[in-house]
């Protein structure tokens, strides 16, 4: 999750600038990497301290998202653009320039949210958090959470044991 946390935050300057598309980009791509391995690894680490730092990666993703989502439109517009005659490139370039407007104003939700990422300082708090003692880390979970944490019989269990579920 490190590795992934530290790709991820390698994007800020460019995402924040917002001056070109990769950045946010690989900063999206390294956010939806992180999101998986943090869901997959999150019953590992009880507690709100994960749960918070899993907040701030999809809250950036989220504006990511949004941006690079209206960055492809632009790009796509325009290539499509190129390949019209030109009595029929004016309601492409309106359609083009509302876009630009939106990606626009996407930028300063994405800069905050990365702001507020690496201002987190979520890679460094996710080390401290992975070398706590697994009893530190036991005790942080309540009581009823523990239970809750344990994987449900899957449909490969219930299949062998020659029992359904309450639906079939």
């Known amino acids: 999750i490190t590795p992934r946390l530290e790709r991820l935050l390698s994007h800020v300057e460019g995402a924040r600038a917002g001056e070109a598309t990769e950045p946010i980009h690989q900063m999206r791509v390294w956010s939806r990497r992180t999101r998986a391995a943090l869901d997959t690894f999150a019953i590992c680490f009880p507690g709100k301290e994960f749960t918070e730092m899993e ?10 998202g949004a941006a690079r989502d209206l960055d492809v439109m632009l790009e796509t517009l325009q290539k499509q653009a190129e390949t019209l005659p030109s009595d029929q490139r004016a309601g492409v370039e309106g359609l083009y320039e509302t ?23 979520v890679a460094a708090r996710f080390v401290e958090l992975a070398a706590k003692p697994v009893v530190e880390a036991e005790r942080a979970m309540k009581p009823d959470a523990a239970a809750a944490a344990k994987p449900a019989r899957g449909a490969k269990d219930q299949a062998k044991s020659g029992k359904r579920g309450a639906h079939g």
Do not use: N
Not at 99 to 121: F, I, N, S
């Open 55 to 64: 907040r701030e990666v999809k809250r950036a993703a989220d504006a990511l």
């Open 99 to 121: 876009l630009r407007d939106q990606r626009q104003d996407t930028q300063k939700p994405v800069a905050k949210a990365v702001t507020r990422l690496e201002r987190q300082q």
